[in-house]
């Protein structure tokens, strides 16, 4: 009896290796095309990170004219759980990360390499263990969990390395006879790898981000096939990517450590194996100490985090862009309105240890991505995320629409625009005083500054309204007038003058301005407040400087007239 004679009956009908061969020809692209993939395994939750590296694959995919795609690695089935695939598909669409090979729903895949979810690929692996067996590369193994613990025990006591290798295999030297009649008796058996390394010996691999790494050999009898008839992630990883023709793998560099494994596994099988590029975790500073981004302790680790604050994804990639490659930032920089597509990633300029997550520096990218945008499209995204998360913004972006892009076109479109949106959680606090239904219901503190007596206010106000402002007046006559009632009320025209005789005067034409600011939106800080004032129009002006003229209680003609005050503003 031989070694063939043990893999038909542990595999009677597995199909011979070359048949899948034919089956997976070679891909047909140039010279140089990267071919990669994202392969989680649907835990149902989608990790940062995990974008981080599709958005790398992708990138150099599409760079080189090659193939990206996805990969679920399904093979631990006891952590699996429902719709999680669809959560990834879902997730990567949003992104615009979607893969251009493999799985594109829960169920459904496109592409000629498939099946692309690993729970469906078992008849594959035990193609390639019967391979293995029949080589005498590998073996069935019949210990039991206690016996496997009891060894780990005795190394553990002894001091030696932990593991299956070596002496310590003890299934390894079992004849083929032994081990048919094992199998036929009806003991339990999984597969293992017959490793032919030694620790003593080293072997040195070149990755694409960490550069030269030495390792010793990997000497362990790894399991390839479980109980269940799936395989180990090792055993999985090297078949899937030697039949899907991926000629790098970018993963995560908990892995880095494996490669002396994937390596021997690639050179025993016979395969070429793919290049590797290691990527470091994304880390966080938490008091002083950096740690990676973890999934129970950091909200800002699952990429729903973004969706629900309504970041947009153009914002979240530019920003793993930037910490992917440290000459982003000047790309970005000389080329303030180009796509992300334009810019072309380099994997030598990844950082080898973690790159700091830093939230501020995403939402202020955020802010730059949303200043870009034109009305319509904040209206639109801002809407959709709306639709989901804030039914009083959707209400009042739907209302009136066409006012609401008024108001989402202030300073919008011209060469500085203004920055003031991160993410569409901000916009409804950015511009509910524009709404007046919203603004008569809130309580305001008028936060006046430099001119702030009550008699000085109602003037300013009273005076504007009734003798400066007009509607048709462009941006240059609007500002004059502002100037000649600072003049009026004894103020400086000019914040120049002032500057050069302040003992001269109480105030300048920017303190007027800021008593206009405040009384029409009870806030220090807006856009520009001409395109405030045009959108409002002079009755609602009107309206809320009687607002304004109440809430400072001076004893002035109209509040002694508080009633009908309170009227007007009904109307
Ligand atoms: N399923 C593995 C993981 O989620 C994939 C690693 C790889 O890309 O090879 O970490």
């Known amino acids: 009896m ?30 140089g095309a990267i071919v990669t993939r994202f392969a989680p395994s649907p835990t149902g939750f989608v990790h940062i990170g995990g974008l981080y590296q599709s958005l790398i694959a992708k990138k150099l995919a599409k760079q080189t004219e090659g193939v990206f795609f ?49 729970s469906e690929r078992k008849a594959i692996y035990q193609s390639y263990a019967k391979h293995l067996i029949e080589l005498g590369k590998a073996y069935p193994c019949f210990c039991s969990p206690e016996e496997l613990d009891q060894i780990r025990k005795k190394q553990e006591t002894a001091k030696i390395r932990p593991g299956y290798y070596g002496v310590w295999a003890k299934c390894r030297n079992l004849t083929v006879e032994e081990a048919i009649a094992k199998i036929k008796n009806g003991e339990k058996y999984i597969i293992r790898f017959k490793s032919n390394g030694r620790e003593d010996r080293k072997i040195q691999h070149h990755d694409m981000i960490k550069g030269k790494v030495d390792f010793p050999e990997n000497d362990q009898d790894i399991v390839i096939i479980k109980a269940d008839g799936l395989p180990t992630y090792h055993f999985a990883h090297v078949v899937d990517d030697h039949l899907m023709h991926t000629t790098l793998v970018i993963r995560g560099d908990e892995w880095l450590s494996s490669m002396p494994l994937h390596l021997q596994l690639f050179h025993e099988m016979g395969f070429k194996p793919p290049k590797y590029a290691h ?24 990429v729903s985090y973004y969706e629900e604050a309504g970041i947009p994804e153009d914002a979240v990639n530019e920003y793993l862009l930037n910490i992917a490659n ?60 709306a639709k989901q998360y804030d039914p009083e913004l959707q209400k009042m972006l739907e209302e009136d629409s066409a006012y609401s892009l008024k108001v989402l076109g202030i300073e919008r479109g011209n060469k500085k625009p203004r920055k003031d949106i991160a ?18 219901s809130q309580q305001h503190d008028y936060p006046y500054q430099v001119i702030k007596n009550p008699e000085d206010i109602n003037k300013i106000l009273e005076l ?15 500002f004059d007038k502002i100037k000649d009632l600072s003049g009026e009320m004894g103020y400086a025209r000019e914040v120049k003058e002032y500057k050069q005789n302040p003992e001269k005067y109480a105030a300048h034409v920017g303190d007027v301005s800021t008593v206009l600011r405040v ?27 009687y607002a304004a003229k109440i809430a400072t209680g001076a004893n002035t003609a109209e509040n002694k007239n508080e009633e009908d005050l309170k009227k007007k503003l009904k109307k």
């Open 2 to 31: 031989d070694y063939k004679d043990l893999a038909d009956l542990i595999f009677p009908d597995a199909k011979p290796i070359e048949y899948y061969e034919e089956k997976y020809p070679a891909r047909d692209l140039k010279e």
């Open 464 to 478: 504007y309204i009734q003798k400066y402002y007009n509607d048709a007046d462009d941006k240059q006559t609007w």
């Open 423 to 440: 993410k569409w959680s901000d916009l409804k606090q950015n511009i509910d005083y524009m709404y007046d239904d919203i603004f008569y």
């Open 70 to 118: 996805l990969r679920i690695e399904d093979t631990d089935q006891k952590r699996e759980i429902k719709s999680a695939v669809s959560g990834i598909t879902a997730a990567l669409k949003q992104f615009k990360l979607e893969p251009d090979e493999g799985m594109i729903s829960e169920n459904e895949e496109k592409g000629k390499y498939g099946p692309y979810k690993q």
């Open 326 to 385: 440290s000459n982003f930032e000047n790309w970005r920089r000389a080329n303030p309105d180009k796509s992300l597509d334009d810019f072309t990633l380099q994997l030598n300029k990844m950082s080898v240890s973690g790159a700091l997550f830093d939230m501020v520096k995403l939402l202020d990218i955020g802010k730059t991505v949303i200043s870009r945008y034109t009305a319509e499209r904040v209206y639109d995204e801002a809407l959709a995320w």
């Open 279 to 302: 990527i470091a975790p994304i880390m966080k500073n938490d008091n002083g100490n950096k740690r990676k981004l973890s999934k129970r302790k950091d909200p800002e680790a699952a």
């Open 519 to 545: 009384a029409l939106t009870s806030r220090t800080n807006t856009p520009d407040m001409y395109e405030i004032m045009q959108i409002l129009g002079k009755d609602r002006i009107t309206k809320r400087f």
